[in-house]
DNA sequence: TCTTTGTTGATAATTATTATTATTTATTTT
DNA sequence: AAAATAAATAATAATAATTATCAACAAAGA
C-alpha cells in the first residue's frame, strides 16, 4: 500500500495541518507499516535518511497527529506507547512474547458485540468505543500469525 | 466487602508470600477497593495510618502480587499502571473524562465471544484471553456508572 | 519587505517505575 | 536462647519514556 506523497500532503492538509517535511515523513513512516511503532521506532526509522530530526520533534508531531485524529495511540502492557495509522475502529492481539501486536477486524464480531450493547445499557454513560485486547503467545515466533 | 485479617493472611500465604505488615496492608487496600488505583494512590492511602511505608515498597510488593497471581495490572490509556484485586476475568469500562476504571462482566457476553473464537481460529497464535474495553465518558461525574 | 505566527531542534525537566544497598525483621540452625 | 541465615523494607539513586522550554528557523499574511 505505497501511499504517494501526493496523497499524504492531502491527508495532513485535510486534517488543518500545514505541511513540513518532518510531518511528512512521519506519517508516511507509519503509514508503510503495519506494527503499530513507538515514538523512539519512529524516530530511529526516519534518522536514518534524515539525520537532523529531532526526537522531541517526533514525540510533538505524533501527539498533534492524534489530537487531529490521523492516528491513534495505543499503550502497551509494558507501558510504553505505540502509534497506529489505522483509524478504523479494529482490534489487536499482543503477542506477549514478540511484544508484535497485529491487527484484527472482523464484522462478524463487531456486530456481536454492537447488538449486545443494543439490548445491554449502560447507565449514566456515554460510549464511544469498545476494542477487543486479544493477547497470547505465537507459537512459532519466525512465523506470522494467520487469521482464517 | 470486609475482608477480616485472618482472611488477607491466609490469602497471602496461600500463594506462597511471607505475611508482613507491610503486604497485609497493600492487599487490604486494594481489597477495600473498586477504583483500580495506581501505585501512588495506595501508597498515599497507606501512609496516613502507616507512614513509615516507602512507594518502592509498594511498587515492589504489588509487583510481588502479580507474579504470585494475586492481583492483576492493568494499563490506562494515559500510560500507567492501575492494580486490581478482581481476580476473575472481567472487562474494563474507560471513562475518557474522569479516568474511572469500573469494572464491568457480563456472562452473555463472554460466552459471545469465546463462541465466536471457538469458530474463528488464529493460526499460530495460543490464545491466553480478551478482554473488552469500554470507552466513552460519564454524562454525569457526579453520579455512578450502572449497568442494568 | 516587515510582521506575525507556527514549527523545529536542542536541551532541560518531569513522571512513572525499577535498581541498589544498608538496615530491619523474620526464620532456621546450633 | 543465641548465633547465623535469609528475606523484606526504607531510603535513595538510577532509568526510561515523555513532556516542557525556548531560541532559531520557516512559512504566511499584510
Ligand atoms: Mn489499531
Ligand atoms: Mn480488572
Ligand atoms: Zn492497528
Ligand atoms: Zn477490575
Redesign the interface.
Known amino acids: 500500500m505505497l501511499k504517494d506523497l501526493q496523497y499524504i500532503k492531502q491527508t495532513l492538509a485535510g486534517h488543518g495541518l500545514k505541511v513540513t517535511h518532518q510531518r511528512m515523513v512521519i506519517y508516511q513512516v507509519l503509514q508503510e507499516t503495519d506494527t503499530h511503532p513507538a515514538a523512539e521506532g519512529i524516530y530511529e526509522k526516519i534518522k536514518k535518511k534524515n539525520p537532523s530530526i529531532s526526537l522531541g520533534t517526533v514525540y510533538k508531531t505524533l501527539e498533534v497527529f492524534v489530537e487531529k485524529g490521523l492516528i491513534k495511540?495505543i499503550?502497551?502492557?509494558e507501558?510504553?506507547?505505540r502509534y497506529d495509522a489505522r483509524m478504523d475502529i479494529h482490534n489487536h492481539?499482543y503477542?506477549?512474547n514478540t511484544k508484535e501486536i497485529i491487527d484484527?477486524k472482523?464484522d462478524?464480531?463487531d456486530m456481536?458485540?454492537r447488538d449486545?450493547f443494543k439490548r445491554?445499557?449502560?447507565?449514566?454513560?456515554?460510549?464511544?468505543?469498545?476494542?477487543?485486547?486479544?493477547?497470547?503467545?505465537?507459537?512459532?515466533p519466525g512465523?506470522?500469525?494467520?487469521?482464517?
Open positions: 495511540k499503550n502497551t502492557s507501558g510504553n506507547m492481539i503477542c506477549t484484527f472482523d462478524e464480531l456481536l458485540v449486545f445491554k445499557k449502560i447507565g449514566n454513560f456515554n460510549l464511544k468505543e469498545f476494542r477487543l485486547h486479544i493477547s497470547g503467545e505465537k507459537i512459532d512465523k506470522h500469525i494467520e487469521i482464517t
